[in-house]
């Protein structure tokens, strides 16, 4: 038998309108959860919980905007690629581009195709063909700042200043560092950037700490770029939590080793990332696979959404929300279980309920915007803005710590708590009817 998690209950009806339908109250998600052991679901919820949902306009536009803030800061045409897998041997990606065979090495041609598969019996698309479309759609406006993927030719005629790798997530960062090693085997790419014309960058939707510190590491020493951080399993909850999440993981994952095989990391996804977060266009490999695997086995496991695909879920799931009980996911992860059930916290205003997220991730030592961003859910400037909020109301400082009058401000919203639960035991007492023995015994 199912039981729901306190983010599927006490929903108000204007909430429960399938217009207002998140992925935790679909079908898909009820089934999925079903499949969990009692004592498990409580935690499978409070996993999907912290789930980040994408939506097609939400993506297109953050990366969209990102580039165009980026752009600023380069002087002169920037060159724009979709990120996708290229032809390779023994590991190591071909060149991106042609070069002459005399003794003196010369790039020439046109660029590379945005969207070809490297499986001529299996053609697929996948999200290079969204990031390949919006490339298009920026150099048909400003056709003399950005190329698309322009070829050594057109880099020389039009003297382009910048490389730029586009993508909608990086979650090891291999993909996006074989495409700079693809275009760093050309000579000709090697002198544009020693002589200073031409640099380097990756810019994602989503991306990985782990991933961009693989990055980081191209000898091409490009810079990074996101709208937002990639929350994780292991830093989307708190540090004693983790362990729980990970071994829930990992005694439900649907792919099974064969008898005396090593046991490795790949329940989490991919590298060993355990992304939580999803595309209205797909899921990424980096999720662990107890959301998108499926067994072979009888009774076999049934994945959120298989194949990484994602279009069975309903699209009002997708895009950033601040519902209650998105809110109350939130502080539980933090560890804030009385805040999360705090009456002024849930129903405060959006803009409150923001600083009601970062106030409480303050509170458990986390400064950085990047990690303020995974443990709220807000994007980076989101978090810079209402940091400088915090800090005109005098709640922290500027090194970002509580000070009395912030401590203060937490404490009052957990008082909250104590108060309402001191109401509820007071309105029991009084409708409880008197006690009046029914029999009575002789004195010994």
């Not at 935790?24 to 980040?52: E, H, M, P, Y």
């Amino acid at each position: 038998m199912y039981y729901p998690s306190r983010s599927l209950l006490g929903r108000t009806v204007e909430e429960r309108m399938p217009t207002e339908m998140s992925v935790l109250d679909s079908q898909a998600a009820k089934i999925w959860l079903r499949q969990f052991a009692l004592r498990d679901q409580k935690l499978a919820a409070d996993l999907l919980g912290v789930f980040r949902f994408v939506s097609r306009d939400e993506f297109a536009s953050g990366l969209t905007d990102q580039v165009m803030h980026q752009a600023q800061f380069i002087d002169g045409p920037i060159a724009l690629y979709a990120e996708r897998e290229l032809g390779h041997r023994l590991g190591v990606p071909h060149r991106l581009f042609k070069e002459s065979t005399g003794k003196v090495k010369r790039a020439y041609g046109v660029g590379p195709q945005p969207v070809k598969s490297t499986k001529a019996y299996q053609p697929e698309v996948g999200s290079e063909g969204i990031v390949a479309q919006l490339i298009t759609d920026l150099s048909r406006r400003f056709p003399k700042k950005f190329l698309n993927h322009p070829g050594p030719d057109l880099i020389r005629k039009t003297r382009a200043r910048a490389f730029w790798v586009l993508t909608d997530f990086v979650g090891s960062g291999k993909r996006s560092y074989d495409y700079l090693s693809a275009a760093w085997k050309v000579r000709s790419v090697r002198s544009w950037k020693s002589g200073r014309f031409l640099s380097f960058g990756v810019i994602a939707y989503a991306m990985t700490q782990s991933g961009q510190s693989r990055i980081d590491r191209h000898r091409c020493k490009p810079f990074t770029s996101c709208v937002l951080p990639c929350p994780t399993i292991f830093d989307a909850f708190s540090r004693s939590a983790v362990d729980a999440y990970v071994s829930l993981c990992d005694r439900y994952d649907p792919v099974r080793p064969k008898a005396g095989t090593f046991k490795d990391e790949g329940f989490l996804g991919y590298g060993g990332v355990g992304a939580l977060i999803a595309f209205a266009h797909g899921a990424p490999n980096n999720c662990p696979r107890i959301f998108h695997k499926t067994s072979r086995r009888v009774n076999g496991w049934i994945p959120l959404f298989p194949s990484r695909v994602t279009a069975g879920l309903p699209s009002t799931g997708f895009g950033r929300s601040l519902r209650s009980e998105t809110i109350s996911a939130r502080l539980d992860a933090l560890g804030n279980n009385a805040l999360a059930r705090s009456p002024a916290a849930r129903n405060a205003p959006v803009e409150v309920k923001k600083r009601y997220l970062v106030l409480a991730a303050l509170s458990r030592g986390q400064r950085g915007n990047a990690v303020l961003a995974i443990k709220t859910g807000l994007s980076t400037v989101e978090v810079d803005q209402v940091c400088q909020e915090l800090e005109a109301f005098g709640w922290v400082g500027r090194r970002r710590v509580l000070t009395d009058t912030g401590l203060g401000e937490l404490r009052h919203l957990r008082r909250t708590v104590v108060q309402r639960r001191q109401r509820v035991g007071a309105s029991a007492e009084v409708g409880k009817r008197p006690y009046y023995p029914t029999s009575l015994r002789a004195p010994v």
